[in-house]
């Protein structure tokens, strides 16, 4: 996984980090976002109230792992507090149908070829501070944000983990490369698709957080990071899906005249009263409690499965 380079980048230049890497949580997303993404999925409301599941979040989808920290206790909202990203990705990646948005650079062949020997990897380090929806709809279905972030680095490292280009943010300032500064306004993109990604646990109630991890987890050594088979990692996932991978049947419900259903499962999630029944509550945010039938936790081989109703 992308992921697992970023460990090994920190392991061997960033070791004052390696302690806080350890706190980031993993969350897979097995689908083409632009895809799943698309007109009216979210509102302004939904960047409001948004919040990081755990404060290190890392979002690998087909193309790109990006790295989300919050700089505050209990951090709300995409509003003026800045959170910390870093987006790491494969610098000639094959997945280009992963994104909305994909690079119009041409690389020739050769050079394709010695990237991917040399395993060369991008990754961009900064800040995102606010993210607004903008009144028109972006392309392809997409919704069209107005996102306010910096970037404050830009590195190329190889399969060895030696930095091979190091850009500070001045020095991008003053290079009129396009393809440089494309790849500086890509990696934002990628932090905005992210967030889109991880509102999905807010949002669509269908989907439920399934976390795996080993059941004998090994701990890090002295000065290393635990890579993604050894820590837990998060999926959204459809009921059926989950209960598919942890060998469990799909419980159903007996009505009248012999008849069965589908119990109605439901997310954690947060709902606004709007009704005007709501006299003195009208506006006011509640939690409601996720509601789900059956085992929600399996031991399958060597993996330990649990579906996280907290989250």
């Keep these: 996984m992308i992921f697992d380079r970023f460990a090994g980048y920190v392991e061997h230049n960033i070791p004052e980090m390696i302690d806080h890497a350890h706190e980031i949580r993993l969350f897979e997303f097995p689908y083409r976002a632009h895809e799943v993404l698309g007109r009216d999925t979210f509102t302004a409301e939904d960047l409001e109230d948004f919040i990081l599941p755990f404060p290190a979040v890392a979002i690998e989808d087909g193309a ?26 494969p610098l000639a990646s094959e997945n280009k149908d992963q994104f909305a948005h994909p690079s119009t650079a041409v690389i020739p062949e050769d050079i394709k070829r010695q990237i991917r020997q040399e395993g060369i990897m991008q990754m961009v380090f900064g800040e995102i501070y606010t993210m607004f929806l903008q009144p028109s709809q972006g392309e392809q279905g997409q919704q069209n944000y107005q996102a306010s972030a910096r970037v404050k680095r ?13 850009l500070t943010e001045s020095e991008l300032d003053k290079i009129a490369d396009t393809e440089v500064q494309q ?78 259903r589908a119990p109605h499962e439901r997310r954690r999630h947060w709902r606004t009263l709007r009704s005007e029944k709501f006299t003195h509550k009208r506006g006011e945010r509640i939690l409601i409690d996720a509601h789900w039938v059956g085992p929600s936790e399996a031991v399958v081989g060597k993996t330990r499965y649990r579906v996280r109703l907290d989250i």
Excluded: W
């Design 64 to 89: 790109t792992c990006t790295i989300l920290l919050d700089t505050q206790d209990k951090q709300t909202g995409l509003k003026d507090s800045p959170r910390l990203f870093f987006d790491i990705m």
């Design 154 to 166: 830009l590195v190329l490292f190889d399969k060895h983990n030696k930095i091979r280009v190091d």
């Design 183 to 260: 790849s500086r306004k890509g990696a934002i993109l990628n932090v905005v698709t992210a967030i889109e990604e991880l509102m999905l646990t807010q949002k669509d109630k269908r989907l439920f957080v399934l976390e795996k991890q080993p059941t004998k987890p090994r701990k890090p050594k002295k000065g290393r990071v635990l890579r993604s088979h050894d820590r837990p990692r998060y999926v959204l996932l459809e009921p059926g899906a989950i209960r598919k991978i942890m060998g469990i049947k799909q419980p159903v419900i007996p009505e009248q005249g012999g008849a069965k």
